[in-house]
């Protein structure tokens, strides 16, 4: 099993900026993809930002292209997302999800992602 944990969430005012942070248990052998979501109350969870691990290929929401930037650390474990010019639409929890065949990194359907964490929370007032 992979276990993976977010965090680095909080409360921050528009324009602000967030790294998170998704630790991953133990390595993965395979061509797998790590991928940012998000949901904010009454909508459906959200794709946010994908990377595929064997490239280094990343994907973003239109919402997200130009301010956020997603990357990892293999050797720790860990996939960052850095936040910037936050805003009050942004808010939601954030969680990562890992697909292990990658079919779906580019889409970031997540549905079809294997494993998740619990989320952490970002709250963006105006």
């Known amino acids: 099993q992979v276990y993976l944990e977010e965090s680095g969430g909080g409360s921050v005012q528009a324009g602000d900026s967030l790294r998170l942070a998704c630790s991953i248990s133990?390595?993965?052998?395979?061509?797998?993809?790590v991928g940012w979501f998000r949901q904010a109350p009454g909508k459906e969870r959200e794709g946010v930002a994908s990377?595929?691990?064997?490239?280094?290929?990343?994907y973003y929401a239109d919402s997200a292209k130009g301010r956020f930037a997603i990357s990892k650390d293999s050797a720790k474990r860990i996939v960052y997302l850095e936040m910037q010019g936050l805003k009050p639409e942004d808010s939601g929890i954030y969680s990562c999800g890992l697909d292990l065949g990658s079919r779906y990194c580019s889409t970031m359907t997540h549905r079809y992602f294997d494993y998740w964490g619990q989320g952490t929370q970002v709250t963006v007032s105006a």
């Open positions: 133990r390595s993965t052998s395979g061509n797998y993809c």
């Open positions: 990377i595929y691990f064997p490239t280094d290929s990343t």
